[in-house]
């Protein structure tokens, strides 16, 4: 909880000129074929390995000419010798088979291209078409700085600005005369002493050093705009440089003073105007009965909203599914988006006037991203499914067709991937919550394996390693393991009624349903329920934890950090207790240690029996000192990892290499009693096997 609920509380081929060598030209066209590269038939198949999921390469920032006839997106590869990422942003026509031609290529490192939660940052590789469509402004990196370029569909190519540290497109003017952005560059240190020491404030948490060991690097921020026609380039006011969807509707009803039920919040996300800006659509959230643990409830709708006058906004489609990247049709009439399902993913159409919702094609990948041509006639979007990681694809809403424009990852069409099948589970508590079952490589019917839970999410998309990517899901059935990879569904609500009972329904849901499967694929023959492990980041992190404080059901357990025990507290700011103390997480004196008591893993360490390996980022290693020591002093096996200069998620490919074959490793070590025999691995397991030994000897009552 202090790294979730805690702490949040709540992403034709030529070479750029003739200038180009040879050798250049050469290894662009590698690269290029490496996009539709696809694996030789007879080729003997090999299961996914650890160094397989870390060196995926995702596909990103995908941006659609507005003609429809070209687009541009960024890859980006993990690079395990070096631990930063191989970048390139590509220009393709959108025809099946079509050559990319490789704009920019550069390397970077985890810190400057992502943000801690996973968005990108503005490190490079970022673009936007011209209204006509004939130019595309990007932005590239050189010498650790970033430029921006403006590149004509005729080949001619312009360098427009160079050596900043950041650069963000805000993106074309409607006219097509101007380019704006913004940038970050360091700033000379002022000359005047700085006073050495930091003054502890009502907003300072503690989860991590959040003051500097030394004066931090100074940067200021600029914002321009590029004249294209005079290739002149002028100084502005931010407030002159915005994102064009700032401001256009609030944030929730309650700030407009929308109706809502009693007791219920409803958010507006990502609205988008139409084409003649009398209407904007979007993503609506809808949270009822939140004072009412078990009545509560979250639905997401269409709503689409007239400008021009003060009411409400219009309704439509209330469905428990994920509702999102809305686009208006050129005529304004009709806007696009897409349904996330548990099976499967939809295109829909909504009729503004009507709302009329029809589905346009259904499939069973995921999409992200999609990026619409002017007139609403096609996309092109990243998409994955179980088993196959990033493609790009294009859409074509007349035909109903989709069409694979690039498949950087088609050596996954060649390994030897488990069987998985979809499941429902009904708990008592409900929660609507699925996922899939991944049986073992080789699966034999008749014999039961060990089974390890992974928490959170568990769509459409690729099976990777679950929420933040740190439980290697095929690796793991590759080594002889059931996976099912639990999706919480609408588990995952808070309320500010002071009920911990609310919030503690967030793990009971989830819990509920684990408990329930592993009865059921145990009465099935395909699991040993002696031998069950679980595992979870951020909320999955809540949900593992308390699963350890509560029961005694799981052999083993992998978590990137222990946040529900009363440490969270003293972690977070003096201003964040009345909002901890609203979701029933009072000051933890004697009569509030009884309300954390009832989730925290620390002060149930005296009964807990599992053996838990913890992995933290830095930045948020604190909140699992609690259960560290605790489980220490009771004799629990326990082995902690802090990774450096790593965040909420970790993105370093070193860390996430290290994350996946540890955890790989403590679970066949607890659940099946094997070791790598890896020599530099010897001191881990020697550590592992005196922690077993010594649990081994405790008296039967305390264990």
Known sequence: MGCSIVRELFRTFRPKDMAVSMDKLLRRIACAALLFWTPLAGAQRQPATIEDLVTITRIRNVHLSPDGQWVSYLTLKSLLQENKFDCALWL?????????????????????????????????????????????????????????????????????????????????????????????????????????????????????????????????????????????????????????????????YKDSKWPTPPNSIKYVLRPVLSPDKKYAVFTGVGVYDNRDPRR?????????????DDSPPKEYLHVPEFLFYFHWRSDGKEAYGIRFGAEHTEVIAVIRETGEVRELTRTEHTLWDPAWDKDGTSFVATRQSTSMPDELVRFDVKTKQFNVL????????????????????????????????????????????PLIFTTYRAGTGFLEGAVGDEFPIFPLAANGFVVFALDAGTSNMSSDSGDLEFTLMRERKPLEAMLMLRKQLAEDGIIDPERCGITGLSYGSDITVYALATTNVFKAAATSGSGLDPIAHTLNSVNREKVLGNYGLPYPDDAGREQWKKMSLALNAARVTTPLLIQSPDLEAMF???????????????????????????????????????????????????????????????????MREAQRKKPAAIR
């Open 92 to 252: 393709q026509r959108t025809v099946a088979g079509s050559n990319p031609l490789e704009l920019a290529r550069f390397q970077t490192t985890a810190a400057q291209t992502y943000f801690d939660t996973g968005g990108l940052k503005n490190f490079g590789g970022q673009s936007a078409w011209s209204p006509d469509g004939r130019k595309l402004v990007y932005t590239a990196r050189t010498s650790d700085k970033v430029q921006l370029r403006l590149r004509h569909l005729s080949g001619e190519e312009v360098v427009v600005s160079v050596g900043f540290l950041e650069i963000e497109l805000a993106g074309w003017s409607d006219d097509g005369d101007t380019i704006s952005f913004k940038t970050v560059e360091e700033a000379v240190r002022a000359s005047a002493l700085v006073d050495p020491s930091v003054l502890v404030t009502n907003e300072q948490n503690f989860w991590s050093l959040s003051w500097a060991k030394s004066p931090a690097t100074t940067t200021k921020s600029r914002a321009f705009k590029y004249m294209v026609a005079s290739r002149e380039l002028i100084e502005v006011d931010s407030k002159d440089v915005s994102d064009k969807t700032t401001g256009i509707l609030p944030a929730t």
């Open 296 to 308: 509560a409830s979250r639905d997401y709708f269409i709503g689409i909203r007239r400008m021009d």
């Open 406 to 449: 690039a498949n950087p990852n088609a050596g996954f069409a060649s390994k030897d991937l488990p069987e998985v099948r979809f499941m429902r589970v009904n708990n008592p508590l409900g929660g609507g919550i699925f996922g899939r079952l991944v049986l073992p490589n080789g699966y034999v019917k008749g014999k039961r394996y």
């Open 624 to 690: 699992s000192l609690e259960t560290f020591k605790a489980l220490k002093h009771h004799g629990i096996p326990v082995e902690w990892y802090i990774y450096l200069n790593e965040g909420h998620q970790k993105f370093q490919p070193r860390s996430k290499y290290l994350v996946y074959q540890r955890n790989l490793d403590w679970m066949k070590f607890w659940l099946k009693d094997e070791e790598d025999p890896d020599q530099s691995k010897a001191d881990q397991y020697a550590r592992w096997r005196q």
